[in-house]
Structures are given as C-alpha cells and as structure tokens.
C-alpha cells in the first residue's frame, strides 16, 4: 500500500521570503504521479503543481517549483517569493493510474505567509 | 467554465438519519470522485464514478453508497448516520483517462452529526 507522510504540520515564513514543504511517500510501484495541491481557509482545494515519476526533470510552475528524490522517494515543495495569497494547508497527494480517481493524501502542512 | 458544484454546503443531522450529498462536475468531466475530510484522519478517498459506473472504492462501511447519472451528475448518500461522519465531504471532477490524478475539487458539502 502507498502512504505519504508530511512531518511538518505547521509552518510559517516572511511574505518575500521561501519555503520549503516536505513530503516523503511509500510504493513499490515505479511509474506514478506525485501532486501538490493547496486549501486555502474555506475555499477549494487546488492544484499547485504535478511531477510524473518517469520525469528527472523537476517540475516548475511560476514561484512553486519541486525537489523530486525518486530513490529517497522525496518530493518537497518550494514557494519563492512567498505571497500572503499563499496562506493555506498545502497537501502532497500520490496518485497511480490503475488506482482511478484515488488520490492518497498527506496530512496536510498548514502555512501562514506573514507580512 | 463553471467549477465543481457541491450542494448542500452545511447541513446538520441526527444521528441515525440518512444524508444525501450532490455534486455536479465541470462541464465535460466524465468522472467523479468523493472524499471525506476530518481533522483526525485527514483526506480519505469514498469512490470514484465514470460513466455512470463505480470504479474505485475506498475503504468505508457499506453506509456510504453514491451513484451517477448520465449527465455525470453525481450524489453520495450516508444512511444511519454517526457521530463519526461529521466532515467535509469533497467532491472533485476530472477528464478521467488523460488527467493522471489532476482533480478539480469543489467547496465541499460540511456535515455535522449531533
């Protein structure tokens, strides 16, 4: 079975400044995807960024970018320039394409960007 | 494009009632999944639909049942409910095939049990 722990349940840093959230997770498997997706207070769950684990290459969207450690099975999250926008819980999510529809979560980091 | 829509928003239930949820996906969105989420156990996955078919089940009592319709409209139901089940139930839509796990969520549907 997968599991996906995130240690850091809370974090917070300086709005300008960077962050990194730290997911590891568990499979045997070898071709799967890995997702961050952001909650912030009381609005919809979205989606920050996606790595395919057949992919080297980390993935970047904007500020976010990812450290992807296939044989550490690591996958941390990085926001530069950090927003007050950016305040939210920030989940990392495991997903196999045979396991339709099922995305296995992590605990959930909450972090508070301040000014 | 409108997003994923859950209704009812909040609801409260006694125990031992039946609770039905909706949710409507992004237009084109073929599948449909549910999640519940709690404090203490986080986000757990319900069931998945395509197609009117259920193809994934997560690991919940028998209580939990859903179905879709041919429009991909979906609905969950909890019968005999618990105190447990206070959460927010989150729905979220994809493409299905090409998506590999990119879900689009709603606002969820949160539900206390007294």
């Known amino acids: 079975a997968q599991t996906v722990t995130q240690s850091q349940p809370e974090m917070s840093v300086q709005e300008a400044e960077t962050v990194t959230l730290s997911c590891t997770y568990d499979?045997?498997?070898?071709?799967?995807?890995l997702f961050w997706y952001k909650q912030p207070p009381s609005r919809q769950m979205i989606l920050v960024i996606r790595q395919e684990a057949y992919k080297q290459q980390n993935a970047t969207e904007n500020r976010f970018s990812v450290n992807f450690q296939k044989a550490a099975k690591s996958f941390s999250l990085k926001i530069s320039d950090s927003q007050l926008g950016d305040t939210a819980m920030y989940f990392c999510a495991f997903f196999l394409s045979s396991n339709t529809g099922k995305l296995i979560f992590g605990q959930g980091t909450t972090l508070q960007v301040k000014p | 494009k409108a997003g994923v829509t859950q209704t009812p928003r909040y609801l409260i239930k006694t125990r031992g009632q039946q609770v039905t949820l909706s949710c409507s996906p992004i237009?084109?969105?073929?599948?449909v999944s549910w999640y519940q989420q709690t404090p203490g156990q986080g986000l757990q996955f319900l069931f998945e639909?395509?197609?009117?078919?259920?193809?994934n089940k997560g690991n919940f009592p028998g209580r939990f049942s859903g179905r879709q319709f041919s429009n991909s409209r979906s609905e969950m139901n909890v019968s005999t409910l618990e105190l447990g089940d206070s959460a927010l139930y989150l729905c979220?839509?994809?493409?299905?095939?090409?998506?590999?796990?990119?879900?689009?969520f709603g606002e969820g549907s949160r539900l206390t049990v007294l």
């Open positions: 639909y395509f197609s009117e078919t259920q193809r």
């Open positions: 499979t045997s498997e070898n071709n799967y995807y």
């Open positions: 237009s084109g969105h073929r599948s």
């Open positions: 979220a839509s994809s493409l299905a095939i090409t998506s590999a796990g990119e879900l689009f």
